[in-house]
């Protein structure tokens, strides 16, 4: 079997975790689940060379600089960088990866993860990743399905079929379902054969661009001609912007994943989580003997429950509160119950309609 190529799209902006998180600076460049970002997390969860080849990084402009210093202070050397001219969500970006995994490697492998998801079980992924080689190798497009602890109304399900061969946890997939209400997430944890859809894929590059093709022709000929005129500068490959803009715009999950042909699900339990929101945070964090999380200079009397995060130079002091999110950073201040926290997105919205200034 050919090296995988890993493909790591570090778009978005992470608007659920301002006021850390922003435009300039999003989630996965900051190291909010440990010493190192998230993105670095990534990178390094597929640096085994024997492995992995080098990574294939999609970002947009605004983010390189990041993307290279996180390379760097990772000890990578050998990573593309594909610079995207503009959003076009998932699909596209990662056509651009395939067609550049597929021109240096027919056979090429890639192995597509977002940038901002923690895994605390780096070992249980790679062996699902091994687990469904065969059938990848075969012609499978493999997508990763997360055992789910609770009935969760965010995130999509997979639900899973036949296994592929006897004996192997890799089964087909019976269907995507979108994000459900709470009483059917209840009953698919219930019925069991259910997983997250967590957005990672294993497939070969041709395989991937041929079913791109099949049911997406204008957003593959816009990609295709996006990079057969693209310029490099060092590590970084830009793809022509006019060609790429006439790219429709729409998630792997939607252009691809839902119509094609011959998917499996490997299910695979990483502690997983696509850090979601400030309540994710509370969850992945350490905690004192009253369940609050705390970060910085920060002074808890009589609280419980609570995730305070105080960057440098900030200062937080709580007494008798309960259950909120309370971060200090630069010249913000953020306060919402935990319950609400997904709330925050608003916020953000509402600052970009301010007037400059």
């Known amino acids: 079997?050919?090296?995988?190529?890993?493909?790591?799209?570090?778009?978005?902006?992470?608007?659920?975790?301002?006021?850390?998180?922003?435009?300039?600076?999003?989630?996965?460049?900051?190291?909010?689940?440990?010493?190192?970002?998230?993105?670095?997390?990534?990178?390094?969860?597929?640096?085994?060379?024997?492995?992995?080849?080098?990574?294939?990084?999609?970002?947009?402009?605004?983010?390189?600089?990041?993307?290279?210093?996180?390379?760097?202070?990772?000890?990578i050397d050998d990573a593309r960088i594909v610079v995207e001219p503009g959003a076009r969500n998932t699909a596209p970006a990662i056509a651009l990866a395939a067609e550049l995994a597929r021109t240096a490697d027919p056979a090429a492998t890639i192995l597509v993860m977002p940038a901002d998801h923690v895994m605390t079980k780096v070992d249980a992924f790679l062996r699902a990743i091994e687990a469904a080689r065969p059938a990848v190798a075969a012609g499978a497009l493999a997508t990763f399905g997360i055992a789910p602890s609770h009935p969760e109304t965010g995130y999509g399900y997979i639900a899973a079929g036949e296994p592929v061969a006897d004996g192997s946890p890799v089964c087909t997939v019976r269907r995507f379902v979108?994000?459900?209400?709470?009483?059917?997430?209840?009953?698919?944890?219930?019925?069991?054969?259910?997983?997250?859809?967590?957005?990672?894929?294993?497939?070969?590059?041709?395989?991937?661009?041929?079913?791109?093709?099949?049911?997406?022709?204008?957003?593959?000929?816009?990609?295709?001609?996006?990079?057969?005129?693209?310029?490099?500068?060092?590590?970084?490959?830009?793809?022509?912007?006019?060609?790429?803009?006439?790219?429709?715009?729409?998630?792997?999950?939607?252009?691809?994943m839902e119509g094609a042909q011959d998917v499996v699900v490997a299910p695979v339990d990483p502690g997983?989580?696509?850090?979601?929101?400030?309540?994710?945070?509370?969850?992945?964090?350490?905690?004192?003997?009253?369940?609050?999380?705390?970060?910085?200079?920060?002074?808890?009397?009589?609280?419980?429950?609570?995730?305070?995060?105080?960057?440098?130079?900030?200062?937080?002091?709580?007494?008798?509160?309960?259950?909120?999110?309370?971060v200090a950073h630069g010249d913000d201040l953020l306060i919402v119950p935990r319950e609400r926290a997904q709330e925050v997105k608003a916020i953000v919205e509402q600052l970009a309609k301010r007037p400059p200034g």
């Open 272 to 326: 997983w989580s696509d850090v979601g929101g400030w309540a994710a945070l509370h969850e992945l964090g350490a905690k004192d003997a009253s369940g609050n999380v705390r970060i910085g200079d920060v002074i808890v009397l009589d609280a419980n429950g609570n995730y305070l995060h105080a960057a440098p130079g900030k200062r937080i002091a709580v007494v008798g509160v309960s259950d909120l999110v309370i």
């Open 1 to 75: 079997m050919s090296i995988i190529v890993p493909v790591i799209l570090s778009g978005g902006s992470g608007t659920r975790l301002w006021p850390v998180s922003t435009g300039a600076a999003p989630k996965q460049f900051q190291p909010l689940t440990g010493d190192t970002s998230m993105f670095r997390q990534t990178v390094e969860r597929a640096s085994d060379r024997a492995r992995f080849a080098a990574p294939l990084i999609v970002c947009g402009p605004a983010h390189v600089a990041h993307v290279e210093a996180d390379l760097a202070a990772a000890g």
């Open 178 to 256: 979108e994000k459900p209400p709470r009483d059917h997430a209840e009953a698919m944890l219930a019925e069991g054969g259910h997983y997250w859809n967590a957005g990672i894929f294993l497939m070969r590059a041709d395989r991937f661009l041929l079913e791109l093709e099949r049911q997406q022709p204008a957003m593959a000929s816009a990609c295709n001609a996006a990079m057969a005129g693209a310029h490099s500068d060092g590590a970084r490959l830009h793809p022509d912007a006019d060609a790429f803009l006439a790219s429709p715009s729409d998630s792997i999950d939607y252009a691809v």
